[in-house]
């Protein structure tokens, strides 16, 4: 079988896996797509280097998560990189959003990346852990623990009790 066979073969069998894994990473069709492609062009360069069948599956999962997790942080950082940005940007014209969104962007990236996502990108929290590689109750006390922090960042701004 020549490589052209054999990368057709495992673009067939294993082609709609890694699509549905990139989905539920990305929850876009374009991304995903685009990840599959880059899972079977990195396949193509490391051919030799896989094993078994067993070993050629769950090293096309293992990529696939990975570059999903890239895709994302690129996604974080090339959006919401610099405070600076966002205001030329006009991300919002109400006040009070500019500057609930100026404290989450001062917040450590560990608790500024959950509030993000459950926030501004509406992911529920089993969603996030999947994103995130953490467990569910981990992303849960990120969660509390940024919000107690933005509690603190904007306390003078606001009145809490």
């Known amino acids: ?7 057709t073969e495992v673009v067939d069998k294993y082609g709609n896996m890694v699509y549905r894994l990139a989905i539920s990473y ?32 769950s090293w096309l999962l293992r990529v696939t998560i990975n ?17 600076d940005e ?7 014209d ?3 959003d500019n500057t609930v969104l100026e404290a989450v962007l001062t917040l450590p990236v560990k608790y500024r990346v959950p ?7 509406n992911y529920k929290t089993p969603e996030i852990a999947k994103i995130l590689g953490k467990g569910e109750s981990t992303v849960r006390s990120l969660l509390s623990r ?4 933005l509690k603190v960042i904007l306390k003078e701004e606001y009145d809490f009790e």
């Open 1 to 7: 079988m020549n490589w052209v066979d054999k990368l």
């Open 26 to 57: 990305l929850k876009n069709t374009h991304d995903a797509q685009d990840i599959v492609q880059e899972v079977f062009i990195k396949y193509y360069n490391n051919e030799g280097k896989i094993q078994s069948e067993e070993h050629l599956k």
């Open 67 to 83: 570059l999903c997790k890239n895709k994302l942080m690129l996604f974080w950082h090339k959006n919401v990189c610099s405070i």
């Open 86 to 92: 966002i205001k030329e940007q006009a991300y919002s």
């Open 94 to 96: 109400n006040y009070e």
């Open 115 to 121: 509030i993000h996502l459950y926030y501004y990108e």
């Open 146 to 149: 940024g919000r107690e922090k």
